[in-house]
Structure formats: structure tokens, C-alpha cells
């Protein structure tokens, strides 16, 4: 390991060298000698394919910290005292050879007013070879006895963090999140924290589908503080039974950092979409030992939960609190989806009920407006289902995949098409060994930031990614987790490690029970307003209060929107109006709908139909109407 390293080469040196017998000498070369070695373990660290990380915290579910439930709840980044955003305005150095940097441009004190001044996140990707980027933060008072940790969502391609000059970490997969403990190297007042970033280390073989040339630090970066015994991440399991009743199973992964044992108590509120009724709450007790971790468990079984699915995606909220010492400590939260997922030769089953997919490949941008507007569109084109081909997105893109009903297949970031199709021993990156831990490390990665979403419905090993070795060996790390969603793989053809068979390979048995997965190509994104509303329509029915309607959508059931009407006499005067009830109508399929008439005294009146949008706040308010229809309405005399 880098640490390892370093001390190790530190120690040889000064038991070989004649010139280092007096401890004055020591002292006065330590510290060029410590840069020295910190920047040729960078550089070994960087060209081994068998180092993916160094002092990197466990990948998981997004964890932030606030000092309150409303903040938790609000999800209010910019008041929590426990947040700091390091957006906004740094300071960098690029270099453009191959260099050893030592850890000089990293310490506190250093002249930087000629370096150039950069905005993070950065929109565009520099030239060059290397990158040191230096941003100062005042750490409150308030820190001093809590962890502190910094995140990194993106950064290109490989990179190391420091704290005050001190190397706190390594990663080196450019599109996953990656936390650092930068605790011990951290005091209240001002702070130095640093990047050093590398254009072309080994890694880069592993992402041959990225373009973009030199370093870019192209996610956010925050710097939060947790309480010594803290939420680390979250295990979520729900599903529906026999009679109907939600089995809700969570799991809070609790870490301690503290040498004697403590007593946490662990509170939770299962909190409805309406964002106010609490539907299931509870409290469990944990003690925790020597800086221990556990999961502190709740299980509950729940009548009257309403479940997601891309017609219905209804979201609740686990709001959570740490008591300690007989104070709450942290106040954090997660969004969840009731829905269970099951595959078999004839396809997916989403709570129980069978799922066409209309799958297409979708190149994320960058802008949330211009994501939400490709989402809108895709739910009016009967899409219902993205493939992330390239690698993964940042956390709010799977949020806006949770909120909008869109199913997701995610996909690690592995592209090898440079390294060619040789199945020998080694002849390619994904049959090599000295690989394995890379492919991995990507894979599971990519798994951990994105299992609790409830949109995420499969799980791919990469794109264009070989097929080897490595690529079974990732296949079954992952299965040793995921014991209900899918992993697929389209590079595997008819071979064992892809759950499904993605395309036609002319290879495939025809005794081969496997679902055969298709997607219809790259979607179409350039903000082209079709709706698919034209195809839904509203008809004379047959007798006098009874309309059809003629459900023209891809994939969403009629049921999910409101069908309402208004009873009007002569020009404007309303004599009644009302919701119909539900109307269980398939997409591409119609059904007569009656519209309520008692009350109606006989005569000629206009009936005014329309259907509405219902519960789908992010694509329209309710109400929203998508079509509208006055039609003649005769009520005749009773017989």
C-alpha cells in the first residue's frame, strides 16, 4: 500500500546510507526525502494495475449528515452546520510531461496567487499530463469531535487527496464516488484540502469510451463531519407477500471510531409519499466495541403500502436519528421504493406483474433541466426502461430515475475495446490476472452507490468490456450480493456469466432457458416534443353517459390518471361534476367508461371529458390535463 510504501523505502534508505548517521542530518532531510518518496509511490501506485485504492472508505449508498430532522428531510445541503461545499472557485497547476509531484504543492502556506484559478465541478476536461488542484475550507469549532470525511463524485482519471499536505487517499475509477477520513489531518480553522490528478495512469486502459484528454475534477466535492460513532450506509430490502402486506426489511450500518464501548439508540420513521404521514416507526439500542461496525436491523410487516413501478412510482422517505449520551448526534434519511423484482425465461415481473421493457441506451448530459425534459419525453414515448452504457451517473441522476418511474440498468465503468478480442491466457485486459482487481473493484463499485435505488432493475459488468477471466470473476462478486436483480453483460453472448442473453449470439443453445434482453438502439434526445398523448382519446359511447376511452400510451395503465367530467347546461351553467372511478385500461387498449347521471334531470346537455395527470408531481402537477373532449349529451325520460 502507499503508506506501506513509502515507510518501507524511507526505512531502507536510511539503513543503507553512509551519509545518515547523525540524527542532525535526519532532521534536516526528512522532509525532502518524505516528498521525495511520497511522489515515486504516487508514481508506482499509478502504473500497478493491481492498486485500485488507498485508505478509501467502503462504497455505498450517499450519506449526509444534519443537525435536524427538517434539514434531513428538506435535504437542505446549504444550512446544515455538518456540510461544507467545496464548489466553486480552486486554484490549479497543470503539467504536461511526466513528472513526479511531490507533496510540496500540496501544503498549507504555499503561493499559489500564479496558478490558475479553476471552477469545480469543471465543464471541460484540460490537456494536460498531471494536475494539482488546492482549495482552502474553515472547519468549524463545532468538528473537533466528529469524524471528518471528505467526498469526491467524479474526478478524471486517477487521483490522490491530501489534508494540509498529508496523503489521505487514492482512487482511481473516474466516474464513482470515492470518501476519504481526513479526521487526523484536520484542525478548526482554515484547511488545505488537494488534489493531484493523472491523465494517463494504467487505469486509463479501462475506460477506452471516455474522450477526453487531461484531468477534470467534473462532480462535486463536499466535506462533511459525523459524529464518532456514526451511519455508514444502509441495507434495504422490500417486497410484498402472499396477502398483500409490504415486508419491510432495513438494515443501518452503524460504525464506531471509538476505543471503548458505546450505547447507540437508533431511531427510524417510515414516512408516506405525502411526505407527512409517518406509516412505521421504531428505536433499536446497539453497543459497539474497539472501533467495531454492525447492522442495527428493523423489520416490519405494513397493510396498505403503496408500491413503485414505473406506472406508479411511489417513493417513501426512512428518516433517521443517532442518540448518544442522551443527545441526538446525526439526523440523515433515505428515499425507498416498495417493489420487488423477478425474471425468468419469459422476462421481468414487477410486484408480481409481468413487465414489457422498452429499453434504449441513453447518454446522460450533464444539465438536470435537459435530463428531466429527455425523462418527460421518454414517459410520453412508452419508455420505459435506460441502459447506462458507458459507465455510472452521479447519485441525483438515480433519484430522478426513482421519482420519474424509470427503470435502469446500470453499467460499471469498464470499456477495453482498444485491447482487442484475444481469448489466449493474457491476450487481453479481461483475461489477464494482473486485472482482476480492477474489474472488480469497478463492478462492485458501481453496485454499492446504486443498490438502494429502486429504479435500478439490473446491473451490467461494462460495455465492451472483454470477456475473460475477469469478467466471470466480477460476475460472481457481484452475485454474491445481489440475490434478486439481474446481471447482464452483452460482451458474455451465450456464456454463463450474464443472467439474461443480451441480442441474439448465433452461438446460443436452443436448450438456453434465458430471457433474451433487447434495446432498441440510442435514444432519441434532442428535446423533440411527440407525446404520445395523441394516440389517447376520448369517443362516443354507445349510449347516453357512457364514453370510450382509447388508451394510446406505450406502457402506463389509464388506471394511474384521473378521468373527470362536467354536466353542463346551456352555455356555462355546471349542473354536475366528478371523478369517475379508476379505469383498469391497458396501454394500447380502450374500454367504455360510465359517466354518473343521477341527479341529471332529462334534457340536452354538454359533457365535457377530460383525463388528467394523478400522483406524478415530477412530470406534471395533478390535474395537468392531456386530453380534453366536449361531446352532446341527451339524458332521456325514465320509462
Given at each position: 500500500m502507499f503508506a506501506g510504501r513509502c515507510d518501507r523505502r524511507i526505512s531502507s534508505h536510511f539503513l543503507n546510507s553512509e551519509k545518515m548517521k547523525y540524527g542532525r542530518c535526519i532532521a534536516l532531510c526528512l522532509c525532502g526525502l518524505l516528498a521525495q518518496f511520497v511522489a515515486q509511490a504516487q508514481q508506482d501506485m499509478i502504473n500497478d494495475p493491481t492498486e485500485v485504492s488507498f485508505r478509501r472508505e467502503p462504497a455505498g449508498t450517499r450519506i449526509m449528515s444534519y443537525d435536524s430532522r427538517d434539514l434531513a428531510l428538506q435535504e437542505d445541503d446549504a444550512h446544515s452546520l455538518y456540510i461544507r461545499s467545496l464548489n466553486g472557485k480552486w486554484q490549479m497547476k497543470t503539467f504536461h510531461g511526466p513528472v513526479e509531484l511531490d507533496s510540496t504543492l500540496t501544503e498549507p502556506g504555499m503561493d499559489v496567487s500564479a496558478w490558475q484559478t479553476v471552477t469545480v465541478p469543471e465543464r471541460e476536461a484540460n490537456d494536460a499530463w498531471a494536475a494539482v488542484y488546492r482549495r482552502e475550507f474553515t472547519m468549524p469549532f463545532k468538528w473537533i469531535d466528529r469524524q471528518i470525511f471528505v467526498r469526491l463524485d467524479a474526478v478524471s482519471r486517477a487521483y490522490y487527496v491530501f489534508a494540509n499536505g498529508h496523503p489521505v487517499g487514492y482512487h482511481e475509477d473516474s466516474k464513482t464516488p470515492a470518501y476519504f477520513d481526513i479526521t487526523r489531518y484536520v484542525a478548526d480553522g482554515k484547511n488545505t484540502i488537494a488534489v493531484i490528478a493523472y491523465a494517463h495512469p494504467a487505469s486509463e486502459a479501462l475506460e477506452n469510451q471516455i474522450e477526453t484528454e487531461g484531468t477534470q475534477i467534473e462532480g462535486a466535492v463536499r466535506v462533511i463531519a459525523q459524529p464518532k460513532v456514526r451511519i455508514r450506509d444502509f441495507v434495504i430490502d422490500t417486497r410484498f407477500n402472499d396477502a398483500g402486506n409490504a415486508l419491510f426489511s432495513f438494515?443501518?450500518?452503524?460504525?464506531?471510531?471509538?476505543?471503548?464501548?458505546?450505547?447507540?439508540?437508533?431511531?427510524?420513521?417510515?414516512?408516506?409519499?405525502?411526505?407527512?404521514?409517518?406509516?412505521?416507526?421504531?428505536?433499536?439500542d446497539a453497543r459497539f466495541y474497539l472501533r467495531s461496525e454492525d447492522t442495527v436491523r428493523f423489520f416490519a410487516n405494513l397493510p396498505d403500502i403503496q408500491s413503485w413501478s414505473h406506472e406508479s412510482p411511489k417513493l417513501y422517505t426512512i428518516a433517521l436519528r443517532l442518540q448518544h449520551?442522551?443527545?441526538?448526534?446525526?439526523?440523515?434519511?433515505?428515499?425507498?421504493?416498495?417493489?420487488?423484482?423477478?425474471?425468468?425465461?419469459?422476462?421481468?415481473?414487477?410486484?408480481?406483474y409481468p413487465v414489457t421493457l422498452h429499453a434504449v441506451d441513453y447518454d446522460c448530459p450533464k444539465e438536470e433541466a435537459t435530463i428531466r425534459r429527455d425523462f418527460e419525453n421518454f414517459r410520453k414515448q412508452g419508455i420505459n426502461c435506460l441502459r447506462i452504457t458507458d459507465y455510472p451517473q452521479n447519485d441525483r441522476f438515480y433519484e430522478l430515475t426513482d421519482s420519474y418511474g424509470l427503470y435502469v440498468c446500470n453499467s460499471a465503468n469498464i470499456d477495453t475495446r482498444a485491447s482487442g478480442d484475444d481469448r489466449t491466457v493474457g491476450g487481453t485486459l479481461a483475461n489477464d490476472t494482473v486485472w482482476t482487481n480492477a474489474y472488480v473493484d469497478r463492478v462492485m463499485n458501481m453496485y454499492y452507490m446504486s443498490k438502494n435505488h429502486p429504479s435500478v432493475l439490473m446491473f451490467s459488468l461494462g460495455d465492451k468490456a472483454g470477456q475473460g477471466y475477469n469478467t466471470y470473476e466480477a460476475y460472481l462478486k457481484l452475485k454474491e450480493v445481489e440475490k434478486e436483480r439481474p446481471v447482464i453483460y452483452q460482451e458474455a453472448g451465450a456464456e454463463w456469466n450474464s443472467d439474461m442473453v443480451v441480442g441474439k449470439p448465433q452461438e446460443r443453445n436452443d436448450a438456453d432457458g434465458r430471457f433474451t434482453l433487447n434495446f432498441a438502439g440510442q435514444a432519441e434526445t434532442s428535446g423533440g416534443t411527440s407525446s404520445g398523448y395523441g394516440n389517447t382519446s376520448i369517443e362516443e359511447g354507445p349510449v347516453a353517459g357512457r364514453v370510450e376511452i382509447v388508451n394510446g400510451f406505450g406502457i402506463a395503465n389509464m388506471r394511474n390518471f384521473e378521468i373527470g367530467y362536467t354536466i353542463i347546461a346551456?352555455?356555462?351553467?355546471?349542473?354536475?361534476?366528478?371523478?369517475?372511478?379508476?379505469?383498469?385500461?391497458?396501454?394500447?387498449?380502450?374500454?367504455?367508461?360510465?359517466?354518473?347521471?343521477?341527479?341529471?334531470?332529462?334534457?340536452?346537455?354538454?359533457?365535457?371529458?377530460?383525463?388528467?395527470?394523478?400522483?406524478?408531481?415530477?412530470?406534471?402537477?395533478?390535474?395537468?390535463?392531456?386530453?380534453?373532449?366536449?361531446?352532446?349529451?341527451?339524458?332521456?325520460k325514465k320509462p
Open positions: 438494515g443501518a450500518i452503524v460504525k464506531s471510531h471509538l476505543l471503548n464501548p458505546k450505547e447507540v439508540l437508533v431511531h427510524y420513521e417510515l414516512i408516506a409519499p405525502d411526505d407527512s404521514t409517518v406509516v412505521s416507526h421504531g428505536k433499536r449520551e442522551g443527545r441526538f448526534t446525526e439526523y440523515t434519511k433515505v428515499k425507498i421504493g416498495f417493489r420487488k423484482v423477478e425474471y425468468d425465461d419469459k422476462g421481468f415481473r414487477i410486484n408480481g346551456g352555455a356555462k351553467r355546471i349542473v354536475k361534476e366528478g371523478v369517475c372511478s379508476p379505469a383498469n385500461i391497458p396501454a394500447g387498449e380502450s374500454a367504455l367508461v360510465d359517466i354518473p347521471l343521477e341527479g341529471v334531470k332529462p334534457g340536452k346537455y354538454t359533457l365535457v371529458v377530460y383525463i388528467a395527470h394523478r400522483d406524478e408531481p415530477d412530470i406534471a402537477l395533478n390535474g395537468t390535463r392531456i386530453v380534453e373532449r366536449s361531446l352532446p349529451l341527451v339524458v332521456p
